[in-house]
């Protein structure tokens, strides 16, 4: 049994022993409960992360996803594992965290293999790894969980939003980057996110970085509904409005709320006419009934259009299926567009938070499992801070701040890794806990956690809009500089 020396500890806990015999010497399994107990956010965290996703679960989503890829003697756990770390432990380094892997001799090959396999992780077991993650924490959201609210109105679809995002900041590691000017992009994510529940529940991604969004939304929108149940209302920017979208999105008897692009004309009515009336802020909303596309066009489609006209600034147009404005006026439509603003903060918080703009790999593939492993940890955080949310009555979970949450998580996180192997680490949290078993632990480590620093700060003044300094705009994605490299020793090749 691995003993430690009582002059290592902690100055507090060191006072508390220092009236034991000099020299005297304490058990892991003795000091480990009484560490736990004082980091109550990383218990949590440690133990929900167990209950989804243990050795054997991660084994089981491996298999279901790896397509043509295998493990050799890196398993897929520990894989895991080490990107873990990197991003949650130090700050999106993967370097380091391999090093300290290494170290402590839980690294069964080379830092530079885990590189390798980061590079080769395949799209299909990104999205998989992520979607059967999320799956499994929606499952322990405590009940009656609202992060934003939706209008009555609405309360028979569930409101879904889609956004795209490019990965960027890829350093230029690999030979073909190194002399090329400019940026170089990674994948393209497209992302369902839930503004209700407050988590991203489906993804589709390309490996060229530079590729449409709408190109992803065949892949994108199936995924989705494989993991929403229900009626879905899918809302979207205007990059989303053409005129396929529409059929595609009203598939299963869903719906949609897009905002138009002016590329796509509205035909108006002439038998229905337009009606005016007055949002919450006094601003005049105007409604019209008519077509999207030319009276020639297939697929051409009646739809209601929204009108917001705002003083001074631009005029937000939606165009929706939901014709009857009796039943779904306008005002709830537009309060609902507007929480589209819910997974932009989701892009931030992924890339300012949980260190997606330091990305380990330079390989599209592996810029996208770590798009993915972000939004995992993403989730993981808006659960347990759902849990410190209920603890306090009157208290909304969206009042409630991820990022305050997880400098605290980090903290803890980061005390238990100075004091404690991974390995022994990994042991206290080894025993499978059922669904109502984990709640009962969340609801009792995190019921006593709040302190005010936890609530959102609220910016009561607008943020004045500063000018950007005009700099280069080149850019490239690397997969289209990797497959031109490709083509161009395939030549070389056959050539000689």
Known sequence: MTELPISILPPALHALLEALPPGLTLPWELLGPMVLQRTPLANATLSLWSYLLKPSVLDEIFQKHR??????????STFVELIRD????????????FQRAEEQGTLPTCQEAVYHKLGRVPIPLSLGFFEDATQELREVLPRGNQVTAIPASLNGMTVTILDGKQLKKVA??????????GKVVGGKILVAYLP??????AMAADLDGEANDIRLMPAVVPRARARISGIRLWVADRQFCDLNQPALLTEQGDHFLIRRSLKTHFHPDPHRPAQTSLDAQGRTVVEEWGWIGAEKDK????????RLIRPGEEEILLVTDLLDNQQYPANDLLVVYLTRWGIERVFQQITEVFELRHLIGSKPEATIFQAAFCLVIYNLLQVIRAYVAASQAELSVDAVSVEQIFVDVQKELTALTVLFPSRTIADWFE?????????????ILLGG??????????NKK???????????GAHTSVHKVLEAERKKRLKSAGGG
């Open 299 to 306: 697929r051409r489609r009646y739809v209601r259009h929204i």
């Open 449 to 458: 956690v709040w302190t005010p620093r936890y609530r959102k700060a609220v």
């Open 67 to 76: 397509g043509r890829s295998f493990e050799d003697v890196l398993k897929f």
């Open 462 to 472: 607008p943020r004045p809009k500063v000018k950007k300094a005009k700099g280069s």
């Open 196 to 201: 209700a529940e407050g988590v991203a529940v």
């Open 431 to 443: 025993v499978e806990l059922s669904r109502e078993e984990i709640i009962t632990r969340l609801q």
């Open 172 to 181: 230029k590691r690999l030979k073909p980057l190194r002399c090329k000017p």
């Open 86 to 97: 990197a991003l949650i432990l130090h700050k999106g380094s993967g370097r380091a965290s």
